[in-house]
Protein backbone atom coordinates (compact mmCIF):
# COMPACT_ATOMS: atom_id res chain seq x y z
CA UNK A 1 0.00 0.00 0.00
CA UNK A 2 1.02 2.87 -1.17
CA UNK A 3 1.02 6.40 1.41
CA UNK A 4 0.54 10.18 0.34
CA UNK A 5 3.59 11.68 -1.00
CA UNK A 6 4.17 15.30 -1.66
CA UNK A 7 6.47 17.12 -3.95
CA UNK A 8 8.37 19.04 -3.86
CA UNK A 9 9.92 18.52 0.08
CA UNK A 10 11.33 22.08 0.42
CA UNK A 11 10.91 25.33 -1.59
CA UNK A 12 12.20 29.08 -1.15
CA UNK A 13 10.05 31.59 -3.28
CA UNK A 14 10.09 35.48 -3.44
CA UNK A 15 6.84 37.63 -2.07
CA UNK A 16 4.84 38.22 -4.98
CA UNK A 17 5.50 35.07 -6.99
CA UNK A 18 3.36 31.76 -7.50
CA UNK A 19 3.79 28.39 -6.01
CA UNK A 20 2.07 24.59 -6.84
CA UNK A 21 2.67 21.75 -4.56
CA UNK A 22 1.41 18.20 -5.35
CA UNK A 23 0.39 15.66 -3.85
CA UNK A 24 0.08 11.63 -4.38
CA UNK A 25 -3.06 10.06 -2.24
CA UNK A 26 -3.38 6.92 -0.59
CA UNK A 27 -4.04 3.97 -2.73
CA UNK A 28 -7.35 3.86 -3.06
CA UNK A 29 -8.35 6.91 -1.39
CA UNK A 30 -10.64 9.18 -3.30
CA UNK A 31 -10.74 12.64 -0.94
CA UNK A 32 -7.67 14.89 -0.25
CA UNK A 33 -7.67 17.58 1.94
CA UNK A 34 -4.87 20.58 2.41
CA UNK A 35 -3.85 22.23 5.72
CA UNK A 36 -1.37 24.73 6.64
CA UNK A 37 0.57 24.23 9.58
CA UNK A 38 2.73 27.68 10.60
CA UNK A 39 5.37 27.20 12.91
CA UNK A 40 4.55 26.22 16.51
CA UNK A 41 0.91 25.96 15.66
CA UNK A 42 -1.65 23.36 14.54
CA UNK A 43 -2.48 22.63 11.05
CA UNK A 44 -5.21 24.51 9.45
CA UNK A 45 -7.70 23.68 7.28
CA UNK A 46 -7.46 25.42 3.48
CA UNK A 47 -9.97 23.17 1.51
CA UNK A 48 -10.90 19.51 0.55
CA UNK A 49 -11.63 17.58 -3.18
CA UNK A 50 -13.80 14.76 -3.62
CA UNK A 51 -14.08 13.30 -7.07
CA UNK A 52 -12.25 16.44 -8.49
CA UNK A 53 -14.85 19.29 -7.07
CA UNK A 54 -13.73 21.37 -3.81
CA UNK A 55 -15.79 19.83 -1.43
CA UNK A 56 -15.27 22.42 1.24
CA UNK A 57 -12.98 25.53 2.24
CA UNK A 58 -11.42 26.80 5.10
CA UNK A 59 -10.66 30.23 5.86
CA UNK A 60 -8.32 30.88 3.13
CA UNK A 61 -8.22 34.07 0.66
CA UNK A 62 -8.73 32.85 -3.55
CA UNK A 63 -5.39 33.16 -4.06
CA UNK A 64 -5.25 30.01 -2.60
CA UNK A 65 -6.71 27.37 -5.60
CA UNK A 66 -6.40 23.49 -6.06
CA UNK A 67 -7.30 20.61 -8.19
CA UNK A 68 -7.75 17.21 -8.39
CA UNK A 69 -6.98 14.90 -10.73
CA UNK A 70 -9.15 11.74 -12.00
CA UNK A 71 -6.25 9.39 -10.37
CA UNK A 72 -6.97 11.49 -7.18
CA UNK A 73 -3.53 13.59 -7.01
CA UNK A 74 -3.92 16.81 -5.85
CA UNK A 75 -2.70 20.12 -6.63
CA UNK A 76 -2.49 23.36 -4.23
CA UNK A 77 -1.37 26.72 -5.80
CA UNK A 78 -0.96 29.80 -3.89
CA UNK A 79 -0.92 33.04 -6.22
CA UNK A 80 0.95 36.23 -5.38
CA UNK A 81 2.84 34.55 -2.23
CA UNK A 82 2.94 36.68 0.97
CA UNK A 83 5.80 36.47 4.10
CA UNK A 84 2.78 34.64 5.77
CA UNK A 85 2.59 32.05 3.64
CA UNK A 86 5.67 30.62 5.08
CA UNK A 87 4.97 27.33 6.54
CA UNK A 88 4.58 23.24 6.35
CA UNK A 89 1.30 22.39 3.96
CA UNK A 90 0.33 19.25 4.60
CA UNK A 91 -1.74 17.36 2.00
CA UNK A 92 -3.91 14.17 3.49
CA UNK A 93 -5.79 11.47 1.59
CA UNK A 94 -8.72 9.69 2.89
CA UNK A 95 -11.41 7.56 1.94
CA UNK A 96 -14.53 9.27 1.23
CA UNK A 97 -15.64 12.44 2.87
CA UNK A 98 -17.17 10.64 5.71
CA UNK A 99 -17.41 11.98 8.79
CA UNK A 100 -15.30 8.92 10.66
CA UNK A 101 -12.58 8.17 7.88
CA UNK A 102 -9.12 9.46 9.95
CA UNK A 103 -6.71 11.59 7.54
CA UNK A 104 -3.54 9.67 6.42
CA UNK A 105 -0.88 12.46 5.96
CA UNK A 106 1.70 13.04 3.70
CA UNK A 107 5.40 14.66 5.30
CA UNK A 108 4.27 18.32 3.73
CA UNK A 109 6.61 20.98 2.04
CA UNK A 110 8.43 23.26 3.71
CA UNK A 111 7.63 26.56 1.72
CA UNK A 112 9.67 29.58 2.89
CA UNK A 113 8.52 32.53 1.02
CA UNK A 114 11.46 35.87 1.82
CA UNK B 1 -18.06 27.24 15.72
CA UNK B 2 -16.38 23.71 16.56
CA UNK B 3 -13.22 24.66 18.51
CA UNK B 4 -11.00 22.34 20.35
CA UNK B 5 -8.11 23.18 23.10
CA UNK B 6 -5.34 21.90 24.36
CA UNK B 7 -4.51 24.14 27.55
CA UNK B 8 -1.00 22.79 28.13
CA UNK B 9 1.97 23.16 25.58
CA UNK B 10 4.32 20.72 26.77
CA UNK B 11 3.66 17.71 29.05
CA UNK B 12 6.60 16.63 30.82
CA UNK B 13 6.88 12.56 32.25
CA UNK B 14 9.54 10.08 33.52
CA UNK B 15 9.77 7.22 31.45
CA UNK B 16 7.77 4.41 32.94
CA UNK B 17 5.04 6.45 34.60
CA UNK B 18 1.41 6.97 33.17
CA UNK B 19 0.89 10.45 30.74
CA UNK B 20 -2.32 12.10 30.14
CA UNK B 21 -2.22 14.78 27.28
CA UNK B 22 -5.69 16.75 27.99
CA UNK B 23 -8.32 17.78 24.91
CA UNK B 24 -11.30 20.24 25.59
CA UNK B 25 -13.92 21.00 22.60
CA UNK B 26 -16.99 22.60 21.29
CA UNK B 27 -19.06 21.53 18.61
CA UNK B 28 -23.12 22.23 18.10
CA UNK B 29 -24.07 18.97 17.22
CA UNK B 30 -22.72 15.80 18.12
CA UNK B 31 -18.22 15.31 18.44
CA UNK B 32 -16.40 13.11 16.05
CA UNK B 33 -13.16 13.29 17.84
CA UNK B 34 -9.55 12.71 17.11
CA UNK B 35 -5.78 11.98 18.13
CA UNK B 36 -2.71 12.87 15.66
CA UNK B 37 0.79 12.31 16.57
CA UNK B 38 3.66 14.73 14.70
CA UNK B 39 7.27 13.35 14.79
CA UNK B 40 10.19 15.88 13.74
CA UNK B 41 9.57 17.19 10.17
CA UNK B 42 6.73 14.35 9.33
CA UNK B 43 3.21 14.88 8.69
CA UNK B 44 0.37 13.65 11.37
CA UNK B 45 -0.02 9.93 11.92
CA UNK B 46 -3.07 9.07 13.23
CA UNK B 47 -4.12 7.64 16.86
CA UNK B 48 -7.16 7.05 17.50
CA UNK B 49 -10.79 8.31 16.80
CA UNK B 50 -13.92 8.22 18.71
CA UNK B 51 -17.49 7.86 16.95
CA UNK B 52 -20.13 6.67 19.26
CA UNK B 53 -19.91 3.47 21.57
CA UNK B 54 -17.79 3.22 24.67
CA UNK B 55 -16.31 6.04 26.05
CA UNK B 56 -12.53 4.04 26.34
CA UNK B 57 -11.14 4.20 23.20
CA UNK B 58 -7.91 2.37 22.58
CA UNK B 59 -5.41 3.48 19.60
CA UNK B 60 -1.95 2.73 18.02
CA UNK B 61 1.35 2.37 20.14
CA UNK B 62 -0.81 1.12 23.73
CA UNK B 63 -2.41 4.78 23.70
CA UNK B 64 -6.46 4.97 24.23
CA UNK B 65 -8.49 8.00 25.27
CA UNK B 66 -11.57 8.80 27.40
CA UNK B 67 -14.81 10.75 26.01
CA UNK B 68 -16.34 12.93 28.72
CA UNK B 69 -19.39 14.35 27.47
CA UNK B 70 -20.16 16.26 30.52
CA UNK B 71 -16.95 17.96 30.73
CA UNK B 72 -16.84 18.12 26.60
CA UNK B 73 -12.94 16.27 27.04
CA UNK B 74 -11.09 13.84 25.41
CA UNK B 75 -7.76 13.08 27.09
CA UNK B 76 -4.89 11.15 25.87
CA UNK B 77 -3.52 8.61 28.07
CA UNK B 78 -0.71 5.68 28.20
CA UNK B 79 -0.16 3.39 31.38
CA UNK B 80 3.64 3.48 31.10
CA UNK B 81 5.22 6.24 28.62
CA UNK B 82 8.20 5.11 26.70
CA UNK B 83 11.04 7.72 25.50
CA UNK B 84 9.96 7.26 22.04
CA UNK B 85 6.52 8.16 22.85
CA UNK B 86 8.22 12.15 22.76
CA UNK B 87 6.37 13.92 20.16
CA UNK B 88 4.14 16.70 18.98
CA UNK B 89 -0.10 15.15 19.76
CA UNK B 90 -2.76 17.42 17.95
CA UNK B 91 -6.16 16.32 19.25
CA UNK B 92 -9.15 17.21 16.53
CA UNK B 93 -12.21 17.24 15.75
CA UNK B 94 -15.36 17.51 12.74
CA UNK B 95 -18.46 18.52 13.83
CA UNK B 96 -21.29 15.78 12.41
CA UNK B 97 -23.32 18.49 10.66
CA UNK B 98 -19.97 19.14 8.43
CA UNK B 99 -20.47 17.66 4.75
CA UNK B 100 -16.61 17.88 4.12
CA UNK B 101 -13.83 16.38 6.23
CA UNK B 102 -13.24 19.55 7.94
CA UNK B 103 -11.60 18.78 10.87
CA UNK B 104 -9.94 21.76 13.46
CA UNK B 105 -6.98 21.11 15.56
CA UNK B 106 -5.96 22.21 18.23
CA UNK B 107 -2.60 23.82 18.65
CA UNK B 108 -0.73 20.66 20.10
CA UNK B 109 0.98 19.31 22.65
CA UNK B 110 4.58 18.61 22.86
CA UNK B 111 5.14 15.41 25.49
CA UNK B 112 8.51 15.02 26.55
CA UNK B 113 9.44 11.49 27.83
CA UNK B 114 13.25 11.77 30.17
CA UNK B 115 14.52 8.29 30.43
Known amino acids: ETGVTQSPTHLIKTRGQQVTLRCSSQ?????VSWYQQALGQGPQFIFQ???????GRGNFPPRFSGLQFPNYSSELNVNALELDDSALYLC?????????????FGNGTRLTVT | AQSVAQPEDQVNVAEGNPLTVKCTYS??????LFWYVQYPNRGLQFLLK??????LVKGSYGFEAEFNKSQTSFHLKKPSALVSDSALYFC?????????????FGSGTRLSIRP
Open chain 1, 92 to 104: ASSLGHSYNSPLH
Open chain 1, 27 to 31: SGHNT
Open chain 1, 49 to 55: YYREEEN
Open chain 2, 27 to 32: VSGNPY
Open chain 2, 50 to 55: YITGDN
Open chain 2, 92 to 104: AVRESSSSASKII
